[in-house]
């Protein structure tokens, strides 16, 4: 099976026509699907709970911070010395050599290693056009390498754009993207978990996390309130959220077991619809994460605004 615009639609929440506006030069390359045979989902489930019961990593840890220090700077040598931009999609997608992912809550297997990036491609490019278009500014906090960035450029070239993340070898892969690729790109520290006060957003601004607020380990009340004080038109948040998934469907339980364990984006939906409740915040829109990762699906899109 090939991957086309109906089943993004369903996938997205949306309809067709709004996947071909936003998508249609995305999706013109075949990106080829195939489910899997009982035997197939029985030995992969198999190997996914030998994963989880093996899994020791620890999110929002003191040695976490290091280790994304230094995964970062070797993202940087590698782009000084390369200088391409596909560089910078973080090694925990381009390491990924199986060939097994999920795709609307099914494991499924597929030809090119690569089918992550290029679902995520297609699907921020829909999200970005849908959200971004009518402000001025752009904020992704927890920016990493910066290749939601780069993207974000190429789509809106006038806009300003800010890259912030918590460790500075980030910040030195964003002026050096911004210095190469001449854009309008500024970029500065900043902890989600102490959020600095002191920095303002400009008016007309959207704020954007992308699998950023799944490493505070459930601690984003600050944060949140440093995000409602800024008074941003609108908020986009793509991020890993065990709320969203079907605990009768098998796939849906264990990658919620998975990402439990590893304590991935605790609070977030939660936070917010108590928010909504007090009628400080709308919600405007929520999708369950369209496609993942064998273990688990990392792109659930929750939209929401500030009331008035």
Same mark, same amino acid.
């Given at each position: 099976?090939?991957?086309?615009?109906?089943?993004?639609?369903?996938?997205?929440?949306?309809?067709?026509?709004?996947?071909?506006?936003?998508?249609?030069?995305?999706?013109?390359?075949?990106?080829?699907?195939?489910?899997?045979?009982?035997?197939?989902?029985?030995?992969?489930?198999?190997?996914?709970?030998?994963?989880?019961?093996?899994?020791?990593?620890?999110?929002?840890?003191?040695?976490?911070?290091?280790?994304?220090?230094?995964?970062?700077?070797?993202?940087?040598?590698?782009?000084?010395?390369?200088?391409?931009?596909?560089?910078?999609? #973080?090694?925990?997608?381009?390491?990924?050599?199986?060939?097994? =992912?999920?795709?609307?809550?099914?494991?499924?297997?597929?030809?090119? &290693?690569?089918?992550?990036?290029?679902?995520?491609?297609?699907?921020?490019?829909?999200? =970005?056009?849908?959200?971004?278009?009518?402000?001025?500014?752009?904020?992704?906090?927890?920016?990493?390498?910066?290749? +939601?960035?780069?993207?974000?450029?190429?789509?809106? #070239?006038?806009?300003?754009?800010?890259?912030?993340?918590?460790?500075?070898?980030?910040?030195?892969? $964003?002026?050096?993207?911004?210095?190469?690729?001449?854009?309008?790109?500024?970029?500065?520290?900043?902890?989600?978990?102490? #959020? +600095?006060?002191?920095?303002? $957003?400009?008016?007309? &601004?959207?704020?954007?996390?992308?699998?950023?607020?799944?490493?505070?380990?459930?601690?984003?009340?600050? =944060?949140?309130?440093?995000?409602? &004080?800024?008074?941003?038109?609108?908020?986009?948040?793509?991020? #890993?959220?065990?709320?969203?998934?079907?605990?009768?469907?098998?796939?849906?339980?264990?990658?919620?077991?998975?990402?439990?364990?590893?304590?991935?984006?605790?609070? $977030?939906?939660?936070?917010?619809?108590? $928010?909504?409740?007090?009628?400080?915040?709308?919600?405007?829109?929520?999708?369950?994460?369209?496609?993942? &990762?064998?273990?688990?699906?990392?792109?659930?899109?929750?939209?929401?605004?500030? +009331?008035?």
């Amino acid at each position: 099976m090939n991957i086309n615009s109906s089943i993004l639609a369903k996938l997205f929440k949306t309809n067709i026509t709004e996947v071909n506006k936003y998508c249609k030069t995305k999706i013109k390359k075949q990106l080829k699907f195939n489910y899997l045979n009982e035997k197939e989902n029985n030995d992969l489930i198999i190997k996914v709970l030998s994963k989880i019961f093996e899994d020791k990593q620890i999110i929002a840890s003191r040695g976490r911070k290091n280790k994304w220090f230094q995964g970062w700077n070797e993202t940087l040598n590698i782009y000084r010395k390369d200088k391409n931009v596909n560089s910078l999609f #973080p090694k925990f997608y381009t390491a990924r050599e199986n060939r097994y =992912f999920r795709l609307g809550g099914k494991f499924i297997k597929v030809k090119n &290693s690569n089918f992550e990036i290029k679902m995520l491609d297609i699907y921020r490019n829909w999200y =970005f056009k849908k959200y971004f278009s009518k402000v001025d500014n752009i904020y992704e906090f927890g920016a990493g390498t910066g290749h +939601n960035l780069v993207e974000l450029s190429k789509i809106y #070239p006038k806009k300003k754009l800010f890259g912030s993340d918590f460790v500075l070898s980030s910040i030195k892969i $964003l002026k050096l993207i911004s210095k190469r690729k001449r854009i309008n790109l500024q970029s500065f520290r900043f902890d989600m978990m102490n #959020p +600095n006060k002191k920095i303002k $957003l400009l008016n007309n &601004s959207a704020i954007y996390t992308s699998g950023a607020i799944e490493q505070l380990s459930g601690k984003i009340d600050k =944060f949140i309130k440093y995000v409602i &004080s800024q008074k941003p038109k609108i908020i986009v948040h793509v991020e #890993p959220c065990a709320d969203f998934y079907d605990n009768k469907n098998l796939a849906d339980y264990l990658g919620k077991i998975f990402q439990s364990k590893r304590k991935y984006t605790s609070n $977030l939906l939660f936070k917010l619809k108590k $928010l909504e409740k007090k009628n400080v915040i709308k919600i405007i829109k929520t999708c369950k994460s369209p496609f993942g &990762s064998l273990m688990m699906e990392g792109y659930n899109l929750i939209v929401w605004k500030i +009331n008035k």
